[in-house]
């Protein structure tokens, strides 16, 4: 493309899109109200504690832990970036996403319902609460804790990114002024930190029902529409194919190596698998999703949305396949910078190819679809911070209103801290930070998913196993260099160690770590180092909201203030802390 | 217990398969102008789904809701 064809395109697209800024805000505006209405949602006496203003008072059914999940886990960002990996490089870096959220819920389906049963019973609202509980071991769980908040932040920033991405093809964020460049994006998140101070967890199960039935709506009508618009689904393919070769026979002129792929050749079958395998696994680990997961009122929620959630896998699979739609429209996602950015992909494409006020409900759909999990996972990680680091370490008799207070402020400095990430530095530092962040949480999942199976393991091997994990996994997406920019993180492949395959290096990092926590829990076992005081009983992992024993310790743990343990009569059971 | 370990095959199905990249990296056959590989995986998202109520149904058979007796643990 000429330099002169690239400035046309900009300017074209450049302009304000006034009836689709309109209909963004007047739907932006409606979700707001709606955020601040929440706290009559399911309305509880007070919101001065965790489990109110953090969990929604562990209080949502099945149906709304749908919506509250699936306006969770495919979050902007997803929207955003997968089609924008398939537009850019193809099935490999894009369509991994499908398998991903499909082995997703066979995993979660297993342990996931272990983890509320004993949450329920102890009052846990974050796995590293769990974690302290099982093992009696402030430094593991803070090592939990510590993984879960420093991966939360660079997600909460790409969904501003999402954000961005919308407002930038609207014709919004333009120009030198730096207050009026960023101004609406300032305005959106202060309202949204707003309304999620004042009604914590559920602002974003309300504003997720609105997101889901925009998302759903959108992204139905594109696939129903687009393809007999640019020849049918044979010319997408197609098309999509024609572009993967010729990106692959660019590389290899350029001397670099072919990373394009219209269907994974034997090449990147190790890498599509563990990137869907690690993926899943480490998706889980995060804040963000533990807290949408105990918010449901019983177990059996959770592993009925395990059967049901996979619909959102559905319409993501869709919506991957729309950044080919793309290639085959010929969309130029083109950023007021007059630079191309992938990333753009689909909202030029709606821009392109619909009416201006459809193109106003799907950027909405993006916009709003960013506030849900930003909300969420600001929460979460307040929540981590509130429990496993300001009660544990700075105040040890802090009472259940101290608390949130503390997790109330803290949502306000996570994003805050997610506003200044985004605007000082380059985007592309949100994007590499989360992938690392992925890399770091999968570490956690021995610590957490075999704790809650079983007792075998020892606390030290499993701390060990962590950091070894934490640091091969940053030394190695380090060494990870962007052909392009020649700058570190540039992706989160590397080969595996003696396979000369290329695999996700969370994958690696945890087979390092498992072994290590292995091989150490059977030395430290067999010199009987003590791990720890396990304050909770095979019976915790199984028991349900209506079971009248879990009934009766409920109505006895209203009746103190202490976070951890119940007095009750179950034999084995820990004396309240 | 069988019901319960019947869950668990269910549940390994899915993950194993799609693990299992090579057996569905191609284009042919094509289904409505989609590649294998994609129609392919669509699919599974329907199988996946069913499996795993399926094994949520067998798990609520195998244990009964509430059914556990004070001082049993399990």
Redesign the interface.
């Known amino acids: 493309m000429t330099p002169q064809l690239t400035t046309v395109l900009a300017a074209e697209t450049g302009g304000i899109n006034g009836v689709a800024l309109t209909v963004l805000i007047v739907l932006f505006l409606l979700v707001t109200v709606a955020g601040f209405m929440a706290s009559r949602f399911k309305r509880a006496e007070s919101l001065e504690s965790l489990d109110e203003w953090g969990l929604g008072g562990r209080s949502f059914g099945t149906w709304i832990t749908w919506f509250l999940l699936g306006g969770d886990l495919y979050t902007a960002y997803t929207f955003v970036a997968v089609p924008a990996a398939m537009f850019a490089t193809g099935a490999v870096a894009g369509f991994f996403a499908v398998p991903y959220t499909i082995i997703l819920y066979p995993i979660i389906f297993i342990f996931m319902a272990r983890l509320w049963s004993v949450s329920h019973r102890h009052g846990y609202v974050t796995t590293a609460d769990f974690v302290r509980g099982r093992y009696d071991d402030r430094t593991l769980s803070l090592a939990v804790a510590v993984t879960g908040f420093v991966a939360t932040m660079p997600y909460i920033a790409l969904q501003l990114v999402g954000i961005q991405a919308v407002l930038e093809v609207a014709g919004l964020g333009g120009g030198d002024n730096i207050v009026a460049k960023d101004a609406p994006l300032f305005i959106a998140f202060a309202l949204l930190a707003a309304y999620t101070y004042s009604s914590g967890l559920r602002a974003p199960a309300v504003i997720a029902f609105v997101k889901d039935i925009l998302i759903y709506l959108v992204i139905i009508v594109a696939i129903i529409y687009l393809p007999g618009q640019v020849g049918g689904w044979e010319a997408i393919f197609g098309a999509a194919e024609d572009k993967m070769n010729a990106n692959n026979e660019a590389a290899v002129e350029a001397g670099l190596n072919p990373t394009s792929s219209f269907v994974p050749g034997s090449g990147a079958f190790w890498a599509y698998a563990t990137l869907a395998l690690g993926s899943a696994m480490a998706l889980f680990m995060y804040p963000h999703s533990i807290t949408a997961s105990l918010s449901s009122n019983s177990r059996n929620t959770v592993r009925r949305n395990a059967a049901i959630l996979p619909a959102y896998s559905f319409v993501l699979g869709l919506l991957a396949l729309l950044g080919w739609v793309a290639i085959a429209a010929g969309t130029q996602p083109i950023g007021l910078d007059g630079e191309a950015n992938a990333q753009l992909v689909i909202p030029q494409l709606f821009e392109d190819m619909f009416p201006a006020w459809f193109a106003g409900v799907a950027f909405a759909a993006i916009a709003i679809g960013a506030l849900v999990p930003a909300a969420i996972m600001s929460i979460a990680a307040a929540n981590t911070f509130s429990r496993n680091i300001y009660k544990e370490w700075l105040k040890k008799d802090a009472t259940p209103a101290q608390e949130a207070k503390v997790s109330k402020l803290m949502s306000l400095l996570v994003k805050a801290f997610a506003l200044v990430f985004v605007l000082t530095l380059d985007k592309q530092n949100a994007i590499n930070f989360q992938l690392l962040g992925g890399i770091w949480m999968m570490q956690t999942f021995p610590v957490i998913v075999f704790s809650l199976f079983t007792r075998w393991f020892h606390r030290y091997a499993l701390l060990v196993g962590w950091a070894a994990g934490m640091v091969y996994g940053t030394i190695e997406a380090y060494q990870v260099v962007n052909p392009v920019t020649g700058k570190h993180f540039g992706g989160s492949l590397a080969l595996i160690p003696g396979m000369e395959k290329m695999g996700y290096i969370a994958v690696t990092a945890f087979v390092i770590n498992v072994v290590l926590a292995v091989v150490l829990t059977a030395i430290l076992n067999a010199l009987k180092v003590s791990n720890g005081k396990d304050e909770t009983i095979p019976f915790d992992y199984f028991a349900d909201a209506d079971d009248p024993r879990v009934q009766k310790d409920l109505a006895e743990h209203s009746t103190h203030d202490e976070a951890y343990g119940d007095p009750d009569d179950i034999p084995g059971n820990a004396p309240a802390r | 217990m069988r019901k319960m370990a019947l869950a668990?095959v269910l549940?390994?199905i899915?993950?194993v398969v799609?693990?299992?990249?090579?057996h569905y990296?191609?284009?042919e056959p094509k289904l409505?102008?989609?590649?294998f590989?994609?129609w392919y995986?669509?699919l599974?998202?329907?199988i996946?789904?069913a499996?795993?109520?399926t094994?949520?149904k067998l798990?609520?058979s195998a244990?009964g809701?509430?059914t556990?007796k004070?001082?049993?643990?399990?």
């Open positions: 668990g549940l390994v899915p993950v799609l693990l299992w990249v090579p990296a191609k284009v409505f102008g989609f590649p590989f994609f995986q669509f599974w998202v329907f996946c789904s499996l795993t109520w094994a949520y798990t609520l244990r809701k509430t556990h004070v001082g049993e643990d399990r």
